[in-house]
């Protein structure tokens, strides 16, 4: 790995903040949504440039006295593939929010220029810690990005909210604050033992600091039981912040383990087993629990407590493992923030979320419905990135418990653990399609017009999904993520 100065990315990582700048002061709501999408488009041009490239760049911003250590940006195939999924979904949702919003602000009773100002600065901030989160390479500057999305998502959320908005985002914020403070403590067990908070320089994670900081994600991510604020925050968000929460958010707490397992792996190997039985066993039953929802957004919203365990087992099954959880990535979040803005589509246009009065609705909103069609197999896998995902979690479930390491029946009961989530996903994912887009309408419905906004960025990340697939898109990607993951993993 190389260590050098690169504008390009500091420039791309900047202009989403002059988005928020300009929605702050613009009194022009055109002006902010333009400015909201154009000013992502230069990181996911960055993503893509690295991805190509292959580029294994350290970017120093500036050194602080130890504990803290250097400050450093990473560009590499792990950062760029998530930096490129961050960008790409913040501005499709935000070209497909301005329609969706417009209903809500009516709903709320607002909608003035700087209703529109507030949203879209908030909106943008957002995003744009996200984006800070990947590419950062120092603990601390993970943790203030963390810290950040938090509280931005926070205010969305109270301020647009669904139901009971407050008593939600205050819900979500405390959930995921003690996640952050769980962190937190962890990283300062390290800056304690170790001397710095340079990921670069980190050896051989404390087992004290892992154990405290895995606890802590996986409320973030989060995992089977601590999954209980999830529900709640994502079906009462606004359409458009689920469609940020769901598809990005909750996956970076992978992104912060995945980075921490590439350079100190010891201590996930060691519970390798455990960490494999809790995610399979706690992915099937909220899976399951998908069957059990009435409401179109807390069933999306479940099936992303699921889907989350792809991203818990590609952890611990080694280095095709880390591939295979940052591909899930990608593929969850094209198929989620797709499938969320149609739910927003669906209240914008009947004001319902009900499943059981849906049926049927291919046949007055047949653009909407292709989307959802195009998001549920981005997340089954079926022609899309995520086939790839499943791909390397089966590479990596042979090169790490296949070989010898376990009995022939633990291995079995893994593989069919994955495989049965595997398959779950695809039939709830078409069950859910069936009952909300085909059959017999369960209401009363007409065919109305629907705004291309509210479609089309559906369709890029549709297409964007399947094209990941294949050569050279896919050629680049997975010879950027081998270079990145397995240059780096001691030993799976």
């Not at 993503?47 to 940006?73: E, F, K, W």
């Not at 995945?258 to 809790?278: E, G, H, N, T």
């Not at 069957?291 to 069933?299: S, T």
């Not at 896998?381 to 089966?394: C, H, I, P, Q, R």
């Amino acid at each position: 790995m190389i260590t050098g100065t690169d504008y390009f990315l500091l420039t791309a990582l900047s202009l989403p903040i002059l988005a928020a700048v300009i929605s702050l002061t613009s009194m022009n709501r055109r002006v902010m949504l333009y400015s909201s999408v154009i000013l992502f488009l230069p990181l996911v041009a960055y993503s893509i440039y690295g991805l190509a490239l292959g580029l294994n760049v350290l970017v120093p911003l500036g050194s602080l006295p130890s504990p803290i250590g250097n400050l450093y940006l990473i560009s590499d195939g792990l950062s760029n593939s998530f930096g490129f999924t961050i960008s790409l979904v913040s501005a499709m949702v935000a070209l497909a929010s301005y329609p969706y919003m417009e209903h809500r602000f009516k709903e709320l009773g607002i909608g003035g220029e700087s209703d529109w100002g507030t949203f879209y600065t908030l909106y943008n901030l957002y995003s744009v810690s996200m984006a800070w989160l990947v590419y950062s390479y120092n603990l601390l500057l993970t943790y203030i990005a963390l810290e950040l999305s938090l509280v931005f998502s926070f205010l969305l959320i109270y301020l647009y909210g669904y139901g009971n908005r407050r008593w939600v985002s205050i819900l979500y914020f405390v959930w995921t604050h003690v996640a952050g403070v769980l962190f937190l403590i962890g990283i300062v067990i390290i800056a304690y033992t170790l001397g710095t908070l340079n990921i670069a320089a980190l050896r051989a994670i404390p087992t004290l600091a892992w154990l405290i900081i895995l606890i802590g994600l996986l409320i973030k991510l989060p995992s089977y039981g601590p999954h209980v604020w999830l529900p709640w925050a994502h079906a009462e968000a606004p359409t458009s912040v689920s469609a940020l929460l769901s598809p990005l958010t909750v996956g970076l707490a992978a992104y912060i383990l995945a980075r921490l397992y590439l350079v100190s792996p010891q201590f996930i190997d060691s519970i390798r087993q455990y960490l494999l039985a809790y995610a399979l066993i706690g992915g099937i039953l909220a899976g399951f629990t998908v069957f059990r929802q009435g409401d179109y957004k807390r069933l999306l919203a479940y099936s992303t407590v699921a889907n989350m365990a792809y991203l818990l087992v590609g952890l611990s099954l080694g280095q095709y493992g880390i591939i295979g959880l940052t591909l899930q990535y990608m593929a969850h979040a094209l198929g989620k923030a797709i499938l969320f803005m149609t739910s927003g589509a669906i209240i914008a246009a009947y004001e319902t979320r009900d499943i059981n009065k849906m049926g049927g609705l291919h046949t007055f909103i047949p653009s909407i419905s292709n989307a959802a069609l195009m998001g549920w197999l981005s997340l089954s896998g079926v022609f899309t990135v995520g086939l790839l995902a499943e791909f390397y979690l089966f590479l990596g479930l042979t090169s790490t418990i296949g070989l010898g390491s376990y009995s022939l029946s633990v291995s079995l009961l893994v593989l069919i653990g994955l495989a049965l989530l595997f398959i779950l996903t695809a039939y709830y994912g078409f069950w859910a399609l069936r009952r909300v887009f085909y059959g017999q309408p369960r209401g009363t419905y007409t065919k109305v017009h629907m705004d291309k906004l509210l479609y089309i960025p559906l369709y890029i990340m549709g297409f964007t999904s399947v094209l990941l697939l294949f050569p050279p898109f896919s050629t680049a990607l997975l010879h950027s993520l081998q270079v990145s993951v397995i240059g780096v993993v001691a030993h799976a």
